[in-house]
């Protein structure tokens, strides 16, 4: 390996950096330059095994031959083309129907996971007359960076475009009634109610398992939500921009919890890296007066064909290959290997996972569960020093290997974890 292993990494950045706003650069950081399967290779050529699958895009790694050969033929044919319809979409979405919870949704494809929510968002406004109208969200969601989706979460008395309110996500880490995973009576689920009878909401926004700190509600709780919502007439609109494509062992987790929400939207899962994102409509949201204007729905790449054939090849190969019990049973491999790690580490306060993403949350001790985003930094420096690519922010770090894979190598990612925490909880950091 090679002694200087940030020099050409260095290099490439510094050059970057000219043309880039300050911000954009991490110090320290990387460039990668190829990759296969679950690694990836950077500028300098360190191998680092991919705990982060490309932020949650990768879901059959790097390099899939099978996923680019039908990328390729497309490109062949019809690379793009704006405003029109091709086989690859139809294909594509015979493929993704058969996976979702009701047969009367409608697809409107787009090319970013934040438009989608928007689009979905002026939807829910049409529908009810384009009044202003309570849409509740989250606090600590994330749903995009268009202005629509940062309002969501924006905690101000009025929004441009609704009047938006936040409700807390249940966290039974942090459970404010001090209550026990195995003993609770979900009044998580009952202030979320109350709150939104009391603002009259007329839309939820939610992410079934919340993507920055990959919070997993209580098995019961999204029923109790969606029974309630159905009873008060409020939409229901699932963001699984982290969680569609087959992350959680289903390839909606929307499936896994056994709801029926009323948009749904999906980007990061469909075409392993490929720009490609759908939003899907119940069909009494599709109809109304003003979404069915001439070009209403229209956006420059939407249903890019060379995307679509990708996604549409991804779908097969997630029936062929049996990815999803694959998932679930890999899944149970990693909860297992995580839980672990509280009982070893004085900082680890608390461990999650759904399926293939997880999150290990670092607290300065155990009892005043203080969050401690300075070690989380150190674990994930140590992490990458050592070959491991994970997802650091805050407090908390978040996994996401590829569905595909293989186990030697998910249990050689966790053995790298638990070595890495050991290390800077030691008090020191290994070169490279």
Same mark, same amino acid.
């Given at each position: 390996?090679?002694?200087?292993?940030?020099?050409?990494? &260095?290099?490439?950045?510094?050059?970057?950096?000219?043309?880039?706003?300050?911000?954009?650069?991490?110090?320290?950081?990387?460039?990668?330059?190829?990759?296969?399967? &679950?690694?990836?290779?950077?500028?300098?050529?360190?191998?680092?095994?991919?705990?982060?699958?490309?932020?949650?895009?990768?879901?059959?790694?790097?390099?899939?031959?099978?996923?680019?050969?039908?990328?390729?033929?497309?490109?062949?044919?019809?690379?793009?083309?704006?405003?029109?319809?091709?086989?690859?979409?139809?294909?594509?979405? %015979?493929?993704?129907?058969?996976?979702?919870? /009701?047969?009367?949704?409608?697809?409107?494809?787009?090319?970013?996971?934040?438009?989608? =929510?928007?689009?979905?968002?002026?939807?829910?406004?049409?529908?009810?007359?384009? !009044?202003?109208?309570?849409?509740?969200?989250?606090?600590?969601?994330?749903?995009?960076?268009?202005?629509?989706?940062?309002?969501? =979460?924006?905690?101000?008395?009025?929004?441009?475009?609704?009047?938006?309110?936040?409700?807390?996500?249940?966290?039974?880490?942090?459970?404010?009634?001090?209550?026990?995973?195995?003993?609770?009576?979900?009044?998580?689920?009952?202030?979320?109610?109350?709150?939104?009878?009391?603002?009259?909401? !007329?839309?939820?926004?939610?992410?079934?398992?919340?993507?920055?700190?990959?919070?997993?509600?209580?098995?019961?709780?999204?029923?109790?939500?969606?029974?309630?919502?159905?009873?008060?007439?409020?939409?229901?609109? *699932?963001?699984?921009?982290?969680?569609?494509?087959?992350?959680?062992?289903?390839?909606? *987790?929307?499936?896994?919890?056994?709801?029926?929400?009323?948009?749904?939207?999906?980007?990061?899962?469909?075409?392993?890296?490929?720009?490609?994102?759908?939003?899907?409509?119940?069909?009494?949201?599709?109809?109304?007066?003003? *979404?069915?204007?001439?070009?209403?729905?229209?956006?420059?790449? *939407?249903?890019?064909?060379? /995307?679509?054939?990708?996604?549409?090849?991804?779908?097969?190969?997630?029936?062929?290959?049996?990815?999803?019990?694959?998932?679930?049973?890999?899944?149970?491999?990693?909860?297992?290997?995580?839980?672990?790690?509280?009982? !070893?580490?004085?900082?680890?306060?608390?461990?999650?996972?759904?399926?293939?993403?997880? /999150?290990?949350?670092?607290?300065?001790?155990?009892?005043?569960?203080?969050?401690?985003?300075?070690? &989380?930094?150190?674990?994930?420096?140590?992490? %990458?020093?050592?070959?491991?690519?994970?997802?650091?922010?805050?407090?908390?770090?978040?996994?996401?290997?590829?569905?595909?894979?293989?186990?030697?190598?998910?249990?050689?990612?966790? /053995?790298?974890?638990?070595?890495?925490?050991?290390?800077?909880?030691?008090?020191?950091?290994?070169?490279?």
């Amino acid at each position: 390996m090679p002694q200087d292993t940030e020099n050409e990494n &260095s290099r490439l950045l510094k050059r970057l950096a000219k043309y880039l706003p300050r911000g954009c650069i991490r110090e320290g950081d990387h460039v990668p330059v190829s990759g296969s399967g &679950s690694f990836y290779t950077d500028a300098q050529g360190k191998e680092y095994l991919d705990f982060s699958s490309g932020i949650f895009t990768n879901s059959f790694g790097h390099g899939c031959a099978r996923l680019n050969q039908a990328g390729f033929k497309q490109a062949e044919r019809l690379a793009n083309i704006h405003g029109r319809h091709c086989a690859a979409e139809l294909t594509f979405y %015979r493929r993704l129907f058969s996976h979702l919870p /009701a047969e009367d949704y409608k697809a409107i494809p787009y090319n970013d996971g934040g438009y989608t =929510i928007d689009r979905g968002l002026s939807d829910v406004i049409n529908h009810f007359g384009k !009044r202003r109208v309570g849409i509740a969200a989250y606090r600590n969601g994330f749903h995009g960076k268009t202005q629509a989706g940062k309002l969501l =979460i924006n905690e101000t008395r009025k929004a441009a475009l609704y009047d938006n309110f936040q409700i807390d996500f249940p966290n039974c880490y942090r459970c404010p009634w001090k209550k026990k995973k195995t003993a609770c009576d979900m009044e998580c689920a009952e202030a979320a109610c109350s709150k939104l009878r009391e603002k009259e909401a !007329r839309a939820l926004i939610f992410e079934p398992v919340q993507g920055a700190g990959i919070l997993v509600p209580p098995p019961d709780y999204w029923k109790a939500i969606e029974r309630f919502c159905r009873e008060q007439g409020i939409v229901l609109f *699932a963001d699984e921009v982290l969680t569609g494509g087959g992350r959680t062992g289903e390839y909606l *987790a929307c499936t896994r919890f056994g709801i029926v929400p009323d948009l749904i939207a999906l980007t990061k899962g469909l075409a392993n890296g490929k720009p490609l994102s759908v939003l899907l409509e119940r069909e009494y949201l599709t109809g109304n007066q003003y *979404a069915v204007r001439p070009l209403e729905r229209a956006s420059t790449f *939407a249903a890019h064909p060379e /995307a679509l054939a990708v996604a549409g090849e991804l779908l097969l190969m997630l029936e062929e290959g049996e990815i999803l019990p694959r998932v679930r049973r890999y899944g149970k491999l990693l909860a297992e290997g995580l839980a672990e790690l509280p009982g !070893r580490f004085l900082q680890v306060g608390d461990v999650r996972s759904l399926g293939l993403m997880a /999150a290990v949350e670092f607290v300065r001790d155990k009892e005043s569960k203080e969050p401690d985003p300075l070690f &989380s930094m150190r674990v994930f420096d140590q992490c %990458r020093k050592s070959g491991l690519e994970t997802i650091g922010g805050g407090h908390i770090l978040r996994l996401a290997p590829p569905l595909n894979i293989e186990e030697d190598d998910l249990l050689r990612g966790l /053995a790298i974890l638990a070595e890495c925490i050991a290390e800077v909880q030691a008090g020191g950091m290994k070169s490279e």
